[in-house]
């Protein structure tokens, strides 16, 4: 039945960038059964909502913070210092490596309805664009944000939409062919007509770090590799 189960998990759950790169082939003295047990409960789990389940339940333990407000997204979000970026705010970060509006979309209620904030910050789309759970048209992306935008405006969170970020083109890992700016174009003009239409926020971090080429200025690629 186990070995059933696991084979049903690989067959319907979708194999992202970020299972591939965790879950390598075991070196040496490693279990191979751990990590087929590890691999198996992360498929199962392909919306990580155990990622953030423990430092929830903490929250949700403490009075509530009318200054609260939870970033959701991506890497992008994943990796951003909050703490550094605003210190001193009460800013939680619910960001998580790979993930697409579709997943995000199932984490709303633990990861951000439940911690009862003032404002989401949602940064968003540049994985469904490329694609990491498999084919989407934009509409179906579109209704994904749809889907947040209400269930957080339901709750009484103030919601702010982010654009989508340019593609990068001046490093190593070249992105265009796998998020091509007319997309990201689209995704960004529908996420900002929207927003007005809903009463919505828009930050329109595309617009602050594109250059003519609709990629990322190389300055932010040089500031980011300089010494801080």
């Known amino acids: 039945m186990i070995r059933l189960m696991f084979f049903c998990a690989i067959a319907v759950v979708p194999l992202n960038a970020q299972l591939a790169t965790e879950f390598s082939p075991p070196r040496a003295g490693c279990c191979l059964a751990s990590s087929a047990q590890a691999l ?23 009075p509530r913070d009318p200054r609260r407000v939870v970033f959701l997204g991506d890497s992008i979000t994943d990796a951003w210092k909050l703490a550094q970026s605003f210190a001193g705010k009460p800013y939680v970060n619910r ?4 993930q697409v509006t579709a997943q995000m979309l199932v984490r709303m209620y633990p990861d951000v309805i439940n911690l009862r904030p003032a ?18 048209t934009l509409e179906q992306i579109e209704q994904n944000f749809m889907a947040i935008t209400e269930l957080a405006r339901m709750h009484g969170i103030k919601v702010i939409l982010c654009s989508v970020l340019p593609v990068s083109d001046y490093t190593e890992r070249k992105q265009l062919g796998h998020r091509p700016p007319p997309d990201i174009l689209k995704l960004n003009a529908w996420l900002q007509k929207y927003a007005a239409q809903v009463n919505a926020e828009f930050a329109d971090y595309y617009a602050a770090t594109v250059d003519g080429k609709r990629v990322f200025e190389r300055w932010f690629f040089d500031r980011r590799s300089s010494p801080e």
């Open 95 to 98: 960001g998580i490596s790979g």
């Open 40 to 62: 198996a409960d992360q498929l199962l789990d392909w919306n990580q909502l155990g990622r953030y389940h423990a430092d929830n339940e903490r929250l949700k333990r403490l």
């Open 119 to 136: 404002a989401m910050v949602l940064l968003a789309g540049t994985n469904d664009i490329a694609r990491n759970n498999g084919p989407e």
